[in-house]
């Protein structure tokens, strides 16, 4: 949680983080202008430059990289100090910043987050959604919701919910003059809707049965890197797609969509709550945390 009266550091450091003034005024809920005026104050206060400035680019003078070198972990340990503190509240307080992915945001919210909201109304949860994978700590946030294989190893992971399942889903309509397919291999003779991966790479999708492991970079019209625009496509006839049951459930049950090769995509281990266990536990991370175990 961001506890921190040092409003002139907080905006140093937010700057250096993001590299420019825009994305820091978010991350610190600030006008730019107000932001401008406290790394200028700071500077002043200090005699010293620590940015330069360009209508294009933010950049760390020398100074300013030995000046944020220096505070950042004097300004953590201030942090989990007033944390430390404000955990003795009967209840938790201040804002909790969670990074996650946009589909796992979008499982989390009714089941998890509105309630968290609920119990908890004086705790504002500041959730920013992206597909990259990034350092929590580095950025700021207090935690992150990912599937479980992308959790960095030094991080403390708490299961959220069941197990996942990828499916292989068309439409009537394509299957009208299409066959369904029967292994893998024979997704090569079909239409596919491919995903972009935020790498920019393109995803071979992933098989598995009694031990064999199969990935097929399948051929298809259509590239998109959002689920609910593969659904749409998918519904449309355009070609095959591969999709969480979470999204694809629904299309499923009413049959728009049906199910192919169901039989080559096992369960594999879902969501998880992700955090260091390098830096105190706020109370309100910590209240989420009981949440998700009372609920899982």
Same mark, same amino acid.
């Given at each position: 949680?961001?506890?921190?009266?040092?409003?002139?550091?907080?905006?140093?450091? $937010?700057?250096?983080?993001?590299?420019?003034?825009?994305?820091?005024?978010?991350?610190?809920?600030?006008?730019?202008?107000?932001?401008?005026?406290?790394?200028? $104050?700071?500077?002043?206060?200090?005699?010293?430059?620590?940015?330069?400035?360009?209508?294009?680019?933010?950049?760390? &003078?020398?100074?300013?990289?030995?000046?944020?070198?220096?505070?950042?972990?004097?300004?953590?340990?201030?942090?989990?100090?007033?944390?430390?503190?404000?955990?003795?509240?009967?209840?938790?307080?201040? &804002?909790?910043?969670?990074?996650?992915?946009?589909?796992?945001?979008?499982?989390?919210?009714?089941? @998890? @987050?509105?309630?968290?909201?609920?119990?908890?109304?004086?705790?504002?949860?500041?959730?920013? &959604?992206?597909?990259?994978?990034?350092? @929590?700590?580095?950025?700021?946030?207090?935690?992150?919701?990912?599937?479980?294989?992308?959790?960095?190893?030094?991080?403390?992971?708490?299961?959220?919910?069941?197990?996942?399942?990828?499916?292989?889903?068309?439409?009537?309509?394509?299957?009208?003059?299409?066959?369904?397919?029967?292994?893998?291999?024979?997704?090569?003779?079909?239409?596919?809707?491919?995903?972009?991966?935020?790498?920019?790479? @393109?995803?071979?999708?992933?098989?598995?049965?009694?031990?064999?492991?199969?990935?097929?970079?399948?051929?298809?019209?259509?590239?998109?890197?959002?689920?609910?625009?593969?659904?749409?496509?998918?519904? $449309?006839?355009?070609?095959?797609?591969?999709?969480?049951?979470?999204?694809?459930?629904?299309?499923?049950?009413?049959?728009?969509?049906?199910?192919?090769?169901?039989?080559? &995509?096992?369960?594999?281990?879902?969501?998880?709550?992700?955090?260091?266990?390098?830096?105190?536990?706020?109370?309100?991370?910590?209240?989420?945390?009981?949440?998700?175990?009372?609920?899982?």
């Amino acid at each position: 949680m961001r506890a921190s009266g040092l409003v002139e550091l907080d905006a140093v450091l $937010a700057v250096a983080r993001h590299r420019g003034f825009r994305t820091a005024a978010i991350e610190l809920d600030m006008s730019r202008s107000a932001l401008s005026h406290a790394v200028a $104050a700071l500077e002043a206060k200090l005699g010293v430059r620590l940015f330069h400035r360009t209508t294009r680019s933010v950049s760390l &003078t020398q100074a300013g990289e030995q000046f944020v070198a220096g505070v950042a972990p004097a300004l953590s340990q201030i942090r989990d100090a007033m944390e430390q503190a404000g955990s003795h509240r009967d209840t938790p307080a201040g &804002t909790l910043r969670l990074n996650t992915s946009t589909g796992a945001a979008r499982q989390m919210m009714e089941p @998890i @987050i509105l309630e968290y909201l609920r119990r908890y109304p004086d705790v504002t949860v500041d959730i920013v &959604t992206e597909n990259r994978l990034i350092d @929590i700590v580095v950025d700021g946030f207090d935690a992150g919701f990912r599937l479980a294989e992308l959790v960095p190893q030094d991080m403390i992971a708490v299961p959220v919910g069941p197990k996942l399942r990828f499916a292989v889903v068309g439409s009537p309509v394509y299957f009208e003059s299409h066959q369904q397919p029967h292994t893998p291999a024979d997704l090569l003779q079909h239409r596919c809707i491919r995903m972009r991966l935020p790498s920019g790479a @393109i995803y071979h999708w992933e098989f598995e049965r009694h031990g064999e492991e199969i990935e097929i970079d399948v051929n298809g019209p259509l590239i998109l890197d959002e689920p609910h625009l593969m659904l749409d496509a998918a519904r $449309a006839g355009v070609g095959l797609a591969y999709l969480s049951e979470w999204n694809a459930g629904p299309d499923l049950a009413n049959g728009a969509l049906v199910r192919v090769l169901e039989d080559w &995509t096992p369960p594999f281990p879902g969501l998880c709550l992700y955090y260091s266990g390098r830096r105190h536990v706020p109370a309100g991370l910590r209240a989420l945390i009981d949440l998700i175990r009372e609920r899982y």
